[in-house]
């Protein structure tokens, strides 16, 4: 039985036929300027199905000279383009006959050669690495597979990936056959992103539910158990939008005749005896529900789903013979999905964490089961959801990431972990994979640490997605109430940021999604003629406003901070949570406590948050908000572009524009373009200024300096106009350094005296008195660091 017709793929374009030369055995096809396609094949037949990796060719002819030169023996192949050159003597892809270079400054540029790895430990001399499939029992670093970028701006990618047929299986390649794709982007990294997004389609529009926090748990929940835990959530004004339950929602129990518990299809009824109802609770309470699977023992006589499945595929019920769970064979995939996975979904599931643990090979050579599983499940679900599929799974090669969302897997609680995983997000865009999600807070093992509890959390709140997570251990749950009360406090503020955060996260993969742009993206995308910002992996941009260093080390027990190395590409840059302001081109050590970690902006920037304040009912939900907190850094006009929309893939939207006039203080929100029937019909709109110059001191924030105005009521046709009294910007004020050079020294654990005379320099008004003191006393270096930053921030 064939697959059904949602399950087949669409059609794969083929490039225009200027843009192709073949041989006998080989084939190349120019898709880009900078991106080239070369086969090679022992029979002379080539592929144009889409495979597990690329999904259209069908790209647009560009400028491009393909010419072909018959020599004794053989022939010359050149291929030239305004940013590269290819070299190919028409033989077996070999050192000697395949090469290309990247047209470039000749300080940087680049050559690529068949079957030879010159790279070098330097960043800027090898490939800038992609991912991994699975973070399962690391403890700190693992090595990465390669990305579609190199230092030296050329390198290619290898697809021995499977072909997908018409009618939505696989087949496998020709055997001693070579499929590649040379990227030559130099150092222009999100055209080389883009490009790859063209190959094989645009990163997925996550469901907006997913943007918000996620309770995951390795625990025996009951029913009441989890209302409890959502009831006292709630208390703590800690929003949630989506729940996790791991594998004890099914029977694990069984019978030795059974095996093991690992899978498993039918609800606990003695943990859960109403699924349903469970599942209409979570909704009502606006969460999603998802469950583990872990599939690979196949369906058994226990199960409910059993006779089902047993009757489809041949099997007498009667013998027990369990089902056999096959990736390979479509008819059984088939019924898995209609006779196991959907009756779950209509009793409320809305997705499935797939915790694929049983290796990569299938008796089909290349089809790997954790891409199949990957793949059938986002389209059973797109197809149920309006075009917009979701699953969490492990990443199973290039390509993976039309199957959203990564699950990174079991790290071990260290700071050695926390450490890695920004880089490891923020380096996985360079292989296109945008939606990782990680235990935050690590798996399993470690040592409880509240201080590294809240800096995990901070991180998953500038993640793509943030799901706490933890084992089974009875001492490793992950409720901020488990910890001090100064990190609980701290968590639970972070938790109620990233939601405030989804209308901005929204809007970014929206836009991402059309242009072509994953939403993490390392430092050298941004800034990739400094070399400073090569030497920041834990540095990322955060959507396009937002720059983020998270805090991965332990505080100082000098300074109760913890130190940052942060790059700045050039211009100004203004610390949303601190109200600092900076200028930029050079690296800083940032330094802060542990309520804060560095998130800076451009002047211009106009970020749109959810809710008034944290305390706003707004905040509890990730739906489009009735309040909106406005956030701009002044310094320069902006604007954004807020788009809301009805959820399906295709449907609806409703852009709201907020212009920002830096002469005037002036916020603009202009009449809603779209459906306005998405939005709410009066929403409560006030604005956040930063690096504002007014004399009204008593509408400044104590905290930050910003500027905050009344709220206003604002009707989407209608629009506002919201003058802020800001007249100007300005570095922190004198006033303002000493008030954080007093803070500091508040909270710093050394000498009285020498604090004294510390802020004596400081309240001298002359920053260069006050630097050159911080080397003629004996200062403790972590102190001196701390103080350096502030007294070199902006301008006294």
């Known amino acids: 039985m064939p697959l059904p017709e949602y399950l087949h793929p669409a059609p794969c374009g083929a490039p225009d036929a200027s843009m192709t030369l073949s041989g006998d055995h080989w084939r190349i096809q120019v898709l880009t300027e900078r991106l080239i396609r070369l086969e090679w094949s022992p029979s002379g037949s080539f592929e144009d199905r889409p495979t597990q990796m690329v999904a259209d060719r069908g790209f647009t002819p560009v400028e491009a000279r393909l010419t072909r030169t018959p020599r004794p023996g053989g022939e010359d192949v050149l291929v030239r383009t305004p940013h590269l050159t290819l070299s190919y003597d028409g033989e077996v892809f070999s050192t000697h006959g395949l090469s290309a270079s990247v047209v470039q400054g000749a300080e940087w540029g680049g050559t690529w050669r068949w079957g030879l790895d010159d790279s070098l430990e330097d960043i800027h001399f090898r490939n800038l690495g992609g991912t991994a499939r699975t973070l399962d029992g690391v403890d700190g670093r693992c090595a990465l597979e390669p990305g579609v970028m190199d230092g030296r701006g050329v390198t290619a990618l290898a697809d021995p990936s499977p072909a997908l047929t018409r009618s939505g299986w696989v087949e496998p390649r020709e055997e001693g056959a070579l499929d590649l794709y040379l990227f030559a982007h130099g150092r222009d990294f999100r055209g080389a992103i883009a490009d790859f997004y063209r190959l094989t389609g645009p990163q997925p529009v996550i469901p907006r539910f997913a943007l918000g926090n996620w309770w995951s748990r390795y625990h025996r929940y009951s029913e009441a158990e989890y209302r409890t835990l959502l009831d006292t959530f709630a208390d703590h004004h800690v929003p949630l939008s989506v729940a996790v339950l791991d594998m004890d929602w099914h029977l694990v129990d069984l019978p030795l005749e059974f095996g093991s518990g690992w899978t498993g299809f039918t609800w606990n009824s003695e943990l859960f005896p109403d699924p349903a109802g469970f599942a209409t609770f979570l909704h009502e309470r606006g969460l999603a529900l998802t469950l583990n699977l872990h599939p690979a023992e196949g369906v058994r006589a226990f199960e409910e789903a059993y006779t089902r499945m047993a009757e489809r595929l041949g099997i007498d019920p009667a013998s027990g013979d369990p089902v056999v769970f096959d990736p390979s064979d479509p008819e059984g995939m088939a019924a898995y999905l209609e006779e196991v996975i959907a009756p779950l979904e209509e009793d ?409 005379a510390l802020m004596d320099d400081a309240a001298s008004g002359s920053p260069a008195r006050a630097l050159s003191a911080l080397f003629a006393r004996e200062v403790p270096d972590e102190l001196r660091s701390a103080l350096a930053e502030i007294l070199s921030a902006g301008e006294w």
């Not at 540095?539 to 080390?553: D, K, W, Y």
């Open 348 to 756: 409320g599931v809305d997705f499935w964490w797939i915790d694929w643990q049983q290796g990569s090979h299938t008796r089909v050579p290349g089809l790997d089961p954790l891409w199949i599983l990957n793949h059938l499940h986002v389209l059973d679900s797109a197809r149920r959801h309006g075009g917009r599929g979701l699953t969490l799974s492990r990443y199973a090669g290039p390509g993976s990431h039309r199957y959203p969302v990564g699950f990174s897997g079991d790290t071990v609680v260290s700071w050695d972990s926390l450490a890695f995983q920004p880089e490891f997000t923020a380096t996985a865009s360079n292989i296109g994979y945008g939606w990782w999600s990680h235990d935050i807070g690590g798996h399993m093992s470690g040592v409880r640490d509240g201080e590294l509890q809240t800096r995990w959390v901070q991180l998953g709140v500038f993640s793509p997605v943030l799901r706490l997570h933890s084992t089974n251990n009875p001492f490793g749950s992950k409720e901020p109430w488990q910890f001090g009360m100064r990190e609980c406090a701290v968590q639970e503020t972070y938790l109620r940021l990233r939601h405030r955060l989804v209308p901005y996260l929204h809007t970014e993969q929206l836009w991402g999604h059309e242009a072509l742009q994953p939403l993490v993206q390392p430092m050298y995308w941004e800034d990739p003629e400094s070399r400073g910002a090569w030497e920041v992996p834990n540095e990322f941009m955060f959507g396009r406003s937002l720059l983020v260093a998270p805090v991965t080390t332990p505080a100082s027990r000098t300074t109760d901070m913890a130190a940052v190395p942060v790059w700045l590409p050039e211009g100004s840059w203004t610390d949303l949570l601190t109200g600092l302001t900076y200028e930029g081109g050079r690296r800083v050590l940032m330094h802060r406590p542990l309520e804060t970690l560095p998130v800076l902006a451009r002047p211009g920037t106009v970020l749109p948050l959810a809710g008034l304040d944290e305390d706003d009912p707004a905040v509890a939900s990730v739906e489009a908000p009735a309040s909106l907190e406005v956030v701009v850094v002044a310094g320069a006009d902006g604007e954004y572009a807020l788009v809301e929309d009805d959820g399906v893939e295709g449907g609806a939207r409703a852009t709201t524009r907020l212009t920002w006039e830096d002469a005037t203080g002036t916020l603009t929100v202009h009449p809603l373009r779209g459906d306005a029937g998405l939005v709410p019909g009066l929403r409560r709109v006030r604005v956040r200024v930063l690096d504002a110059r007014t004399g009204d001191t008593a509408s400044l924030d104590p905290s930050t300096g910003a500027l905050v105005t009344g709220t206003v009521e604002v009707t989407p046709e209608a629009g506002a106009v919201l003058v802020t009294g800001s007249t100007g910007t300005a570095g922190p004020a004198r006033a303002d350094v000493e008030r954080r050079v007093r803070d500091l020294l508040e909270r710093a654990s050394t000498g009285l005296d020498l604090k004294v």
